[in-house]
């Protein structure tokens, strides 16, 4: 199943947030691959700052499910500078319906 999703970065961290995703915790890279997410892909809409993810998942839950887990609430603190978060530090994040899919 592919899931997609937008967020929202603080203006002027394009680079900072690159950055800190190039250099994803392995750990981190581990527990989504564990967890069923696979080819996940973040793209910014520079004019309004917007994130937008889209990653395949096998089963239920994707990556904006797992926040319970310690290391997840770990790097929702590391980018709580540069993001939009929520009172427990998690991505503002909104879910998007697929209108078109052309194979």
Same mark, same amino acid.
């Given at each position: 199943?592919?899931?997609?999703? !937008?967020?929202? @970065? *603080?203006?002027?961290?394009?680079?900072? &947030?690159?950055?800190?995703?190039? /250099?994803?915790?392995?750990? =981190? !890279?581990?527990? @989504? *691959?564990?967890?069923?997410?696979?080819? &996940?892909?973040?793209?910014?809409? /520079?004019?309004?700052?917007? =994130?937008?993810?889209?990653?395949?998942?096998?089963?239920?839950?994707?990556?904006?499910?797992?926040?319970?887990?310690?290391?997840?609430?770990?790097?929702?603190?590391?980018?709580?500078?540069?993001?939009?978060?929520?009172?427990?530090?998690?991505?503002?994040?909104?879910?998007?319906?697929?209108?078109?899919?052309?194979?």
């Amino acid at each position: 199943m592919k899931v997609a999703f !937008k967020m929202k @970065l *603080k203006p002027g961290f394009k680079e900072e &947030y690159r950055k800190r995703h190039n /250099e994803l915790w392995p750990e =981190l !890279k581990t527990l @989504l *691959k564990e967890q069923g997410v696979s080819d &996940y892909s973040i793209f910014l809409d /520079e004019e309004t700052n917007i =994130l937008f993810g889209v990653q395949n998942q096998e089963g239920e839950s994707s990556s904006q499910d797992l926040g319970t887990l310690e290391i997840v609430q770990k790097w929702w603190a590391f980018m709580a500078d540069i993001m939009e978060t929520n009172e427990d530090n998690s991505p503002v994040t909104v879910p998007l319906e697929e209108v078109f899919y052309m194979e």
